[in-house]
C-alpha cells in the first residue's frame, strides 16, 4: 500500500549504501594497473591466460522464464571475444550470441524470432566476452578510474571504464583475492539508466586458470543463473556456432 507519512526507521536509520553506482569518489591510492595486474595474477597469470584459446562448458540454467527449473546450457566460447551460450528449453533451444562484434537473442522465448542486440545489451554481451579471456581487459575502456565499496560486506575495488557515446561499465574486484565478483552495465530508458548485473562465483582451475563456473544476472525483469558442471578448454569451436541464429519455429 502506499506509505503516506514519513518513516522514522528510514529516517535514522543505517542507509543502504548500494554499490552499483555511476558516480563515485575516485580512489588515488590505487591504480588501475595495479587492480587488472592483480585480477591477472589471480587467474592464473599472463602466461596461463594466453594459452587458453577456446572453451566449450556445459551446465544448467535457470531463471524467472523457466519457473527457476533447471535446464541444460552449453556455452562456446573463442578469444578473443566471441562466445555463445545456448538454453535447452521444453519448446526448443533459446541462444545467445555474439562474434565479436554483433550479437543477436533467439528462441521461443524470445519477443522477436531472431532479436539484435543494441545499445546496452551488445556492449554487456562484449563486455561477457571479453572477460571470458580477460588478458586485454584494460583494451575494452578509452579511459578507467577506481575506487572502493564494500558487497555483501567485503571489501572490493570498483573500476569503471567509460568511452565517448557510451554509459559507463562498473567490474568490481574482490580486495583480498583479486578475482572479479560482479560486473555492472546500463541501459538508457524512457525513465533513465536501468542496470543489469552480473555476478561470478565458484571460482575453479581449468587448466591452470581461475574460471568462474557460476553466474548470475540480474535486471529489472528477471533473475537467472547459470551453474556450470564441466569446462573444456582449448576445444576447437566451429565458426557456425558465432553465425547469427536461425529463426526457431514458433
Known sequence: APVTAPSL????????????????????????????????????GAERLAGMTSFVAKGTYAGY?????????EVFAKAP??????????????PRVFDGRNGWRAGPDAPAPVVPLTAGNLDLARMEAIVAFPARIKQAFDEWEVGTTFIDDREVQLVQGTRAGQLPLNLYFDAESGLLVRMVRWNLTPVGPVPIQVNYT??????????????????????????????????????ARFARPVPVPR
Open 9 to 44: 526507521a528510514l529516517q535514522y536509520g543505517t542507509p543502504d549504501d548500494d554499490p552499483n553506482v555511476m558516480d563515485f569518489v575516485p580512489e588515488t591510492r590505487i591504480s588501475v594497473d595495479q587492480v587488472f595486474d592483480k585480477y591477472i595474477a589471480a587467474l592464473g
Open 65 to 73: 522464464d523457466t519457473g527457476f527449473e533447471e535446464f541444460p546450457v
Open 81 to 94: 571475444a566471441q562466445r555463445t551460450w545456448i538454453v535447452s528449453t521444453i519448446d526448443g533451444p533459446s
Open 202 to 239: 565458484d571460482y575453479r582451475d581449468v587448466a591452470g586458470v581461475k574460471t568462474p563456473f557460476s553466474w548470475t544476472f540480474t535486471q529489472t525483469h528477471m533473475e537467472m543463473t547459470i551453474h556450470l558442471s564441466e569446462v573444456q578448454p582449448n576445444i576447437p569451436v566451429d565458426a
